[in-house]
């Protein structure tokens, strides 16, 4: 008789697990008793996010029904997207779509809505909402600031945005005011709902947040920027530590009064792109000592609504699409000084030809190869010169008639949120325990990634 597959030494076996794709591990935990244990050591979280690799994660969005589902683009297997691989001079894509899930706001409510059998008002129906606007002081009070209305569809209330991913986590904020309100782990399934903020005398508007790391006190925060409004306004940056049950105000922030956008992590810093009409800037605050630091000139100072910013390949990036060619600059900040570098520019020749929208770089490859993603047309274009066709154009599908997407850059995570949290206070829910096999009306789409027609191009070219 030959050998059974318990009598793989562990090691060899963690070393196997250890390079497939994260449905596949998740997968493979059903194995058996000896797999399930393996998986779920916390030292094989760890070693696992060592050799991670930062992937898209897409949220389809439709504004008619709520959905929990998130999906994360990886390779088919360990060989990698193959994007550079050439079949009869056409380049082949092995990516796959694997199904997460993020939580709810007001999950119950919903959730037991439909268990019962009920059905919601028309998808189609806006109604308009009378809304107090309020805030919870530091004995629970609610302090009530006023009056607003707001128009909403039914399902509005149970959504959460997303506002930035940090070391496998998710940071999401209220639908409405766009507050932090919960951080997640779409793998392990894991989340916690944050504490509510300090009270403030006049009411405040969120002009920025996100989520970090510090890896100075090996702690996660989550940092918001607030403005006071008119007459006299100020603005103030308020940080909340994962496991602790309070928020604390550090300083005043010295940014415009508008919204920031693009938050993002790296090397211990946040940052946040800044368009007032009128120039164009990024801020940064170090989680570490807690205060702002100076950030480089931009590039350029035109332009805002056609830019994105995230990390690539561990460095902070802008990209910025013209008429004619898409630049992408990267923060070299491993001299005495920050500077931003070119790394791409691709002419893309003629305006009209060329699908307009803000590209966002996704993921740098080894090979050179440039992933990119367009949310006004929920496709991903891959970028690479040496290619027969450097454009390759990747459309989603089975989206619904009136539904967008959105996709960042996130790292798989198998670290468990008890290992990460500071206080041992904080409850730790989980997505797939609550109603997880439930499935709400916006949760019946299947998405695939569809290989379609290389965009037309006039030129291009690869800065060293």
Same mark, same amino acid.
């Given at each position: 008789?030959?050998?059974?597959?318990?009598?793989?030494?562990?090691?060899?076996?963690?070393?196997?697990?250890?390079?497939?794709?994260?449905?596949? *591990?998740?997968?493979?935990?059903?194995?058996?008793?000896?797999?399930?244990?393996?998986?779920?050591?916390?030292?094989?979280?760890?070693?696992?996010?060592? /050799?991670?690799?930062?992937?898209?994660?897409?949220?389809?969005?439709?504004?008619?029904?709520?959905?929990?589902?998130?999906?994360?683009?990886?390779?088919?297997?360990?060989?990698?997207?193959?994007?550079?691989?050439?079949?009869?001079?056409?380049?082949?894509?092995?990516?796959?779509?694997?199904?997460?899930?993020?939580?709810?706001?007001? %999950?119950?409510?919903?959730?037991?809505?439909?268990?019962?059998?009920? @059905?919601?008002?028309?998808?189609?129906?806006?109604?308009? @909402?009378?809304?107090?606007?309020? /805030? #919870?002081?530091?004995?629970?009070?609610?302090?009530?600031?006023?009056?607003?209305?707001?128009?909403?569809?039914?399902?509005?209330?149970?959504?959460?945005?997303?506002?930035?991913?940090?070391?496998?986590?998710?940071?999401?904020?209220?639908?409405? @005011?766009?507050?932090?309100?919960?951080?997640?782990?779409?793998?392990?399934?894991?989340?916690?709902?944050?504490?509510?903020?300090?009270?403030?005398?006049?009411?405040?508007?969120?002009?920025?947040?996100?989520?970090?790391?510090?890896?100075?006190?090996?702690?996660?925060?989550?940092?918001?920027?607030?403005?006071? /409004?008119?007459?006299?306004?100020?603005?103030?940056?308020?940080?909340?530590? $994962?496991?602790?049950?309070?928020?604390?105000?550090?300083?005043?922030?010295?940014?415009?009064?508008?919204?920031?956008?693009?938050?993002?992590?790296?090397?211990?810093? $946040?940052?946040?792109?800044?368009?007032?009409?009128?120039?164009?800037?990024?801020?940064?605050?170090?989680?570490?000592?807690?205060?702002? /630091?100076?950030?480089?000139?931009?590039?350029?100072?035109?332009?805002?609504?056609?830019?994105?910013?995230?990390?690539?390949?561990?460095?902070?990036?802008?990209?910025?699409?013209?008429?004619?060619?898409?630049?992408?600059?990267?923060?070299?900040?491993?001299?005495?000084?920050?500077?931003?570098?070119?790394? *791409?520019? #691709?002419?893309?020749?003629?305006?009209?030809?060329?699908?307009?929208? @803000?590209? #966002?770089?996704?993921?740098?490859?080894?090979?050179?190869?440039?992933?990119?993603?367009?949310?006004?047309?929920?496709?991903?274009?891959?970028?690479?010169?040496?290619?027969?066709?450097?454009? *390759?154009?990747?459309?989603?599908?089975?989206?619904?008639?009136?539904?967008?997407?959105?996709?960042?850059?996130?790292?798989?995570?198998?670290?468990?949120?008890?290992? *990460?949290?500071?206080?041992?206070?904080?409850?730790?829910?989980?997505?797939?325990?609550?109603?997880?096999?439930?499935? $709400?009306?916006?949760?019946?789409?299947?998405?695939?990634?569809?290989?379609?027609?290389?965009?037309?191009? %006039?030129?291009?070219?690869?800065?060293?």
């Amino acid at each position: 008789m030959g050998p059974f597959i318990t009598d793989v030494p562990k090691s060899v076996l963690q070393d196997v697990i250890l390079k497939l794709p994260t449905k596949s *591990i998740i997968m493979c935990k059903s194995v058996c008793k000896t797999w399930h244990s393996l998986i779920s050591d916390p030292v094989f979280a760890k070693l696992h996010f060592a /050799q991670a690799e930062a992937y898209p994660m897409v949220r389809p969005m439709d504004r008619r029904s709520v959905s929990r589902n998130l999906y994360l683009v990886e390779p088919e297997d360990s060989s990698g997207f193959d994007l550079n691989d050439h079949d009869c001079n056409r380049s082949r894509v092995h990516m796959n779509l694997s199904k997460y899930k993020f939580p709810l706001c007001h %999950a119950e409510e919903l959730l037991d809505y439909h268990r019962n059998g009920n @059905v919601m008002p028309s998808h189609e129906t806006e109604r308009e @909402v009378h809304m107090k606007i309020t /805030q #919870i002081d530091d004995n629970n009070n609610e302090v009530d600031f006023g009056d607003a209305i707001a128009y909403m569809l039914p399902y509005d209330h149970n959504k959460y945005n997303l506002v930035n991913s940090c070391n496998g986590l998710l940071c999401l904020s209220d639908f409405f @005011v766009n507050y932090p309100a919960a951080v997640c782990n779409p793998i392990t399934g894991e989340f916690i709902n944050l504490p509510h903020g300090p009270k403030h005398e006049k009411a405040m508007t969120l002009i920025g947040s996100g989520l970090g790391f510090s890896p100075r006190t090996n702690e996660y925060k989550v940092v918001r920027i607030l403005k006071e /409004q008119a007459p006299d306004p100020y603005k103030v940056v308020e940080i909340h530590t $994962l496991g602790t049950g309070s928020w604390k105000s550090v300083e005043t922030a010295p940014c415009s009064d508008s919204e920031l956008s693009f938050p993002t992590w790296v090397k211990g810093m $946040l940052y946040w792109f800044c368009y007032d009409w009128t120039c164009v800037s990024v801020i940064s605050f170090d989680l570490d000592t807690e205060e702002f /630091q100076s950030v480089p000139s931009l590039p350029f100072q035109e332009g805002g609504s056609d830019v994105s910013m995230g990390d690539l390949g561990g460095r902070l990036c802008l990209c910025k699409t013209d008429c004619f060619e898409i630049n992408v600059w990267v923060m070299n900040d491993s001299g005495p000084q920050k500077l931003w570098m070119k790394k *791409i520019s #691709i002419r893309t020749g003629f305006s009209g030809r060329w699908p307009h929208g @803000v590209y #966002i770089p996704m993921k740098y490859f080894e090979n050179d190869g440039l992933l990119m993603f367009n949310s006004r047309l929920n496709a991903f274009f891959y970028y690479h010169p040496g290619n027969h066709s450097p454009f *390759i154009y990747l459309k989603l599908r089975e989206m619904k008639k009136y539904s967008s997407s959105e996709a960042i850059s996130h790292v798989p995570s198998f670290i468990s949120l008890k290992d *990460i949290l500071v206080g041992k206070d904080v409850e730790i829910l989980n997505i797939n325990s609550r109603c997880a096999v439930l499935k $709400l009306p916006g949760e019946t789409e299947a998405l695939s990634l569809v290989e379609e027609k290389p965009v037309r191009y %006039a030129s291009d070219s690869w800065e060293e």
